[in-house]
């Protein structure tokens, strides 16, 4: 059974930083290409940041770029988002997303809020 269990949502002041975890189960995580989502209320649900399952290259939605790292440790099988300057428009629930080829798994998704 595969499972992904994001952890490390919260509330944060604006500025702040947050870093998310994704940990696999269930396959076999490093062929893999991994991917964050966030969906606000209200509005639909969008990519976040990409990580290719082979040579690690990242794409990044392009309001993020500079303040968002996307990694992965394979020897732990997980994916980690990290989250700086945070801005009150990040304010969401993040998914974490795995494929490969026509598989695709999520995860139940975990609340960020950006306030003051």
């Known amino acids: 059974q595969v499972q992904l269990v994001e952890s490390g949502g919260g509330l944060v002041q604006p500025g702040g930083s947050l870093r998310l975890s994704c940990a696999a189960s269930?396959?076999?995580?490093?062929?893999?290409?991994m991917s964050w989502y966030r969906q606000a209320p209200g509005k639909e649900r969008e990519l976040v940041a990409v990580?290719?399952?082979?040579?690690?290259?990242?794409t990044y939605l392009e309001s993020v770029k500079g303040r968002f790292t996307i990694s992965r440790d394979n020897a732990k099988n997980t994916v980690y988002l990290q989250m700086n300057s945070l801005k009150p428009e990040d304010t969401a629930v993040y998914y974490c997303k795995g494929n490969l080829n026509v598989l695709t798994y999520w995860g139940q998704g975990t609340q960020v809020t950006v306030s003051t």
């Open positions: 990580i290719a399952s082979v040579g690690g290259g990242t």
């Open positions: 269930g396959l076999t995580f490093s062929l893999y290409a």
